[in-house]
């Protein structure tokens, strides 16, 4: 039995902005991710940690940076951990979208598979993030037996391993919340991943951020 552990960036620029920079726009942690990233780098520190992933986007390296400092152990990066592709979207703000466009990212995950591409705006499709999702687990799964792994990502991509563990359609995980820094834990079990943990985060957080 092990676990794959996924935490999401600490707070940045672009979250406090409201601006959707996906995976080319460089954008770093406020002060305030760092010391989320702190606080649930610490809650890992109860149990071992072996190996740590990263996407290779600027705020989930400072996450890894930080992380791995807490750890003890050194990161390795791994595009499958990539934020979405955003296309045209990059550079624009997330309510100036809503306004011009209405919701987009209902139409992302959308359980259809011929909708939830936006290919008008070179988005990368929900079906292409759970694919590259599910092969990096595979591997991990094949690679890292009896060890607990961690994996720094984004929102979509965690949202992406929360519908494969938990075998759920696309729309199911759209109203989700992974917030900044949050943990969510995958069992592995005789090679059968289960969702057991859902935005693990230091308690004084929930009274604030919900």
Do not use: W
Not at 21 to 35: A, D, I, Q
Not at 78 to 92: A, P, Q, S, T
Not at 95 to 106: E, N, P
Not at 118 to 133: C, P, T
């Amino acid at each position: 039995m092990s676990l794959i552990i996924f935490m999401r960036h600490g707070q940045a620029y672009n979250n406090v902005k409201r601006l959707l920079v996906g995976r080319n726009l460089e954008s770093h942690l406020t002060e305030l991710g760092r010391e989320q990233v702190k606080q649930s780098s610490e809650l890992l520190k109860t149990i071992p940690i072996h190996k740590i992933y990263s996407s290779p986007v600027i705020r989930t390296v400072e996450t890894a940076e930080i992380a791995s400092a807490t750890l003890g152990l050194d990161y390795e990066l791994d595009e499958r951990l990539f934020e979405i592709e955003l296309g045209k979207l990059v550079g624009l703000y997330y309510d100036d979208v809503l306004s011009a466009h209405g919701d987009l990212f209902a139409k992302f995950y959308s359980d259809n598979d011929d909708e939830n591409s936006l290919l008008e705006f070179e988005v990368e499709s929900f079906g292409s993030v759970r694919e590259r999702i599910r092969n990096l687990l595979q591997e991990i799964v094949g690679k890292h037996v009896d060890e607990n792994i961690l994996l720094i990502s984004h929102l979509d991509p965690i949202k992406a391993a929360i519908s494969l563990a938990m075998n759920i359609k696309p729309s199911s995980v759209y109203s989700v919340q992974v917030p900044n820094a949050s943990i969510n834990v995958l069992k592995n079990y005789q090679d059968n991943l289960t969702l057991c943990g859902l935005n693990i985060l230091n308690m004084g957080r929930f009274l604030t951020e919900f």
